[in-house]
């Protein structure tokens, strides 16, 4: 269970404990939308030097129903598996825990895919062109690369199974592809940049300095961060 952030390892074996783990195998929705915290998630991203505008052509949205009442960022993941809609979902609030997600279902090889479809919120057809993409640990740090014109992959842990790194690799492949770890979580991320080196991924791993993580750093230093 090293793939998940300790809350979520903690929920799902107190959920055991219980007899409460559900049969299916995927998350088979998305948290409802709601209206009333889109002001907050605008507000929210901006405080932290992030585009609302690249988050919501990502099809993120808030909801005050995911996974509790709190209002959260609501973060759909890529999968290549039939009926798989996992998702991570943000508080924009100071309440614990931080990052929710789907209860008592396997997140299988889905990761938080963040294009960098440019500063305005317009409908296009197809996806922008990249030259380069980084793999980092959260969703915000994903944001955060797809600010900078990158493609943003989010492993939603230092430590992803198998799986979820073969679909790193069929997103980033024959892309140039960054490595980036939180400050903290260096060595566990060594395995990541191993893997995607092992399968013909050209990968260079760059640790952050100075800050947590990608997203804590300010937007002109992501921008020399390259």
């Known amino acids: 269970m090293g793939d998940w952030y300790d809350h979520d390892r903690d929920d799902w074996r107190s959920r055991c404990d219980a ?30 030097d992030l585009s609302p505008h690249i988050a919501r052509a990502n099809l993120w949205y808030p909801s005050h129903a995911a996974g509790d009442d709190v209002p959260r960022i609501v973060m759909p993941a890529t999968s290549g598996q039939e009926g798989n809609f996992f998702w991570q979902a943000r508080s924009m609030t100071t309440m614990e825990p931080r990052f929710q997600s789907p209860h008592g279902v396997c997140s299988g090889d889905a990761v938080i895919v963040v294009y960098p479809f440019g500063l305005t919120y317009e409908a296009q057809a197809g996806f922008p062109e990249w030259t380069e993409a980084a793999v980092v640990e959260g969703p915000m740090c994903a944001l955060a690369v797809a600010g900078t014109g990158r493609l943003g992959i989010a492993t939603m842990g230092a430590d992803p199974p198998e799986e979820r790194l073969d679909n790193i690799v069929r997103l980033v492949k024959g892309v140039p592809c960054f490595v980036i770890p939180d400050n903290d979580r260096v060595e566990a991320f060594v395995r990541v940049f191993m893997y995607l080196t092992n399968r013909g991924i050209k990968c260079r791993m760059q640790p952050v300095r100075g800050a947590k993580d990608f997203a804590e750093l300010s937007l002109g230093n992501r921008l020399r961060f390259f």
């Not at 998305?30 to 901006?46: A, I, N, S, T």
Request: hydrophobic share 30%; glycine share 6%.
């Open 19 to 48: 007899g409460l783990v559900a049969s299916r195998k995927y998350a088979d929705r998305l948290p409802p939308k709601h209206r009333e915290p889109w002001p907050d998630f605008g507000d929210y991203l901006l405080s932290r």
